[in-house]
């Protein structure tokens, strides 16, 4: 088994997850991998931490896949799929996993970031990385907001899961939400977010209704309310979904025990 650390600019892909008809991610690394190794997408059995959707970007993706034989030499898969790959998706790293090791379910957290672009007119540079807000926002009232939504919360209000297939477990726990100011890149708004999961378009969720609060759509206290309603539809009458362009998956961290590989580990990098 294999660990891959991935970047990529999500602009023109749907998503990560592997889909027959569409670009994805997932779908071009197996490609890649594919003409190097001879292996079948079903022999790799690839799996990523975190999903993410058409037009999110990734500094630190993480991803596992498996071989049906040792790889002797990772150094020459690794300069194969970088130079196979669009330019737009590079693997930064890969290194031997531990059998027992699955990118998903042992992911301890996750980092992302969202960026607004807060100015009248939008930096064309930026404009497939930040959400353009026009209007003057409250900046003060918005950094209250992103307190109301740290710590253990059943997030069923800011969850876009189908009604045919309900949260089993609603509840996850935000461990930072704050708001800060990237001067050097301008009028830049940027929310780093940590959280030990994240429900389909839950932070995109959670901007929208901060961004409609820092506009003076709402009070901050709102959010208490919502979240205790547990209801999607209720979001929907009073926020939209903030755009995909203004997210990132920055990191997805592990607890070391499932990084560090068994002593007798016979095919090593």
């Not at 539809?233 to 903030?242: G, M, P, Y």
């Amino acid at each position: 088994k294999w660990r891959i650390v991935v970047s990529y600019d999500g602009t023109r892909f749907s998503g990560w997850q592997y889909q027959p008809d569409f670009p994805t991610v997932q779908g071009l690394i197996e490609d890649a991998l594919t003409k190097l190794t001879r292996y079948t997408r079903e022999e790799l059995l690839m799996a990523a931490a975190s999903r993410t959707d058409a037009g999110v970007h990734a500094l630190g993706q993480v991803a596992h896949f498996h071989s049906p034989a040792c790889i002797g030499d990772l150094s020459r898969i690794h300069r194969g799929l970088n130079g196979t790959l669009p330019h737009e998706i590079r693997v930064r790293e890969i290194s031997p996993a531990k059998s027992s090791f699955h990118a998903q379910a042992c992911a301890r957290t996750k980092r992302y970031q969202y960026k607004l672009f807060v100015a009248p007119v939008m930096d064309p540079l930026l404009r497939l990385y930040a959400y353009h807000v026009p209007e003057r926002l409250d900046v003060a009232a918005m950094a209250e907001a992103c307190g109301y939504f740290v710590g253990k919360h059943d997030f069923s209000t800011f969850s876009n899961s189908s009604t045919l297939r309900p949260l089993q477990n609603p509840v996850r726990e935000i461990l930072r939400f704050e708001l800060l100011e990237q001067a050097s890149l301008g009028p830049v708004l940027c929310f780093e977010i940590e959280g030990t999961g994240f429900f389909h378009k839950q932070i995109r969720n959670m901007v929208g209704l901060i961004v409609a609060i820092g506009k003076g759509e709402h009070q901050a206290r709102v959010i208490p309310e919502l979240l205790a309603m547990k209801d999607r539809q209720k979001l929907a009458r009073v926020s939209i979904t903030a755009p995909s362009r203004g997210l990132t998956l920055v990191s997805v961290h592990y607890d070391q025990s499932d990084l560090d590989l068994p002593e007798n580990l016979l095919c090593r990098k």
